[in-house]
């Protein structure tokens, strides 16, 4: 990373606060089946606008997911506690929930009525629309990015949103997830703790 | 990140709803986020002026912005109705730098956006998101009062990132400022606006 770019590039509140007013504008217009569509095509669109990768080993993959030059960790500051499992330390979104909290008051309960939507409709993951956006990029991001010739998967296993609330993926998905992860569900919780994210990548 | 995709969707959305429903689709952003943000009232300018430098307006959450309290504002009987502001980094800037290190490039259609609003609107727009500023300004300025008067916003120059400037004539022209002055100003900020009392009696307006 460039300390000194990215002092240049810290976020300014008014495009996330803007941006948090846009898409609830969209859902009185659309619904929240409307507002889901609407967020993963933005993320899908980001992703697709994002130059493809490939690696010839999993460690060059793993070096550039922690320097933040693979496409899928442009955003996000993350370790790897294992090869397979990412930790991202703070989310990308938090900045423009604290400032819209701030300025304009509590969030809509919107952004978590579509959250409950794509829970029921796709993945069980997400605390809020804003974890849509995140996950369907990492997933589209995924799609892009070969390593020894072999595409890259992509699977979420925890989120905790800035105020502390947890989502953990089914009971009945954790096995296999935490098995991919090369993680104990003692480790998992450990994460939670003081971390946004906690995520896998692998090959088949 | 949620800035860049949004970025990422301004193309998206100019090829469905064209460049002219970009717009208004902006137009609505700035406005709606006006809006929530809910009204204020100061005694006078100078504790209007002390509150903005201090980051507590609405107008706040655009970032660092300063009142130029040398370049007051007067009407026709030489009576102090505004100020002139501005703002060192428009705070567009990081965004458009996020996409330049993680995209690549601006999609043509912030271009695009801009051009129409130059050509239909008014012609100040650096890029596709001034488009908000200049909105979001006039709503907060209503939702704001000085010794009881509700304000206006004019935006009269603007600086892009690759160093292209615009200037209002129109607006240089309500508060009768010279656009030398406002050129100048440009070489150290980014967006210049005022901030007036609304229905001021201007000197241009009285010619």
């Known amino acids: 990373m460039n300390p000194q770019r990215d002092r240049m590039l810290e976020s300014n509140p008014f495009v996330d606060v803007a941006t948090h007013l846009f898409l609830e504008d969209i859902a009185d217009k659309q619904g929240a089946a409307g507002l889901n569509n609407y967020l993963m095509s933005l993320a899908t669109n980001l992703a697709k606008s994002m130059p493809k990768e490939e690696y010839l080993s999993w460690d060059e993959f793993l070096d550039a997911l922690r320097v933040g030059n693979s496409i899928i960790t442009a955003f996000e500051e993350v370790f790897t506690p294992t090869p397979n499992c990412l930790v991202t330390k703070r989310s990308p979104f938090e900045r423009g929930w604290i400032e819209y909290s701030k300025r304009v008051g509590a969030f809509s309960k919107i952004h978590r009525e579509v959250a409950d939507y794509y829970n029921a409709t796709v993945k069980p993951t997400a605390i809020n629309s804003l974890h849509i956006i995140h996950q369907t990029f990492r997933a589209a991001a995924a799609e892009r990015i070969t390593v020894n010739g072999k595409p890259v998967m992509y699977a979420q296993i925890a989120t905790v949103w800035t105020d502390g609330e947890k989502k953990i993926a089914p009971e009945e998905w954790l096995p296999v997830l935490l098995q991919k992860a090369g993680i104990t569900h003692t480790q998992l919780n450990m994460l939670l703790r003081n971390n946004a994210d906690v995520w896998i990548l692998y090959q088949d | ?207």
């Open chain 2, 1 to 207: 990140m949620l800035d860049v995709a949004l970025v990422a969707l301004i193309r998206d959305m100019s090829e469905k709803a064209g460049v002219d429903g970009t717009i208004q689709y902006w137009t609505r952003v700035g406005e709606n986020l006006a809006k929530r943000i809910g009204k204020e009232a100061y005694m006078g300018w100078p504790s209007f002026n002390v509150a903005f430098r201090e980051g507590r307006t609405g107008f706040s959450i655009e970032g660092d912005a300063m009142p130029l309290t040398d370049l007051a504002i007067t009407d026709v009987d030489g009576d102090v109705v505004g100020y002139i502001y501005a703002m060192k980094q428009c705070c567009f800037v990081p965004t458009i730098l996020r996409v330049r290190y993680s995209v690549g490039e601006l999609p043509r259609a912030d271009r695009a956006v801009a051009e129409e609003y130059n050509n239909t609107i008014h012609d100040i727009a650096v890029c596709n998101f001034c488009v908000i500023h200049e909105k979001f300004r006039e709503e907060v300025a209503k939702n704001i009062t000085i010794g009881g008067q509700q304000l206006d916003a004019l935006l009269l120059a603007t600086r892009g990132y690759t160093g292209e400037t615009k200037i209002s004539e129109k607006n240089l022209k309500k508060i009768g400022m010279n656009p030398d002055q406002v050129r100048a100003l440009l070489r150290n900020y980014e967006c210049v606006y005022s901030i007036l009392m609304k229905g001021a009696k201007l000197k241009e307006e009285e010619k």
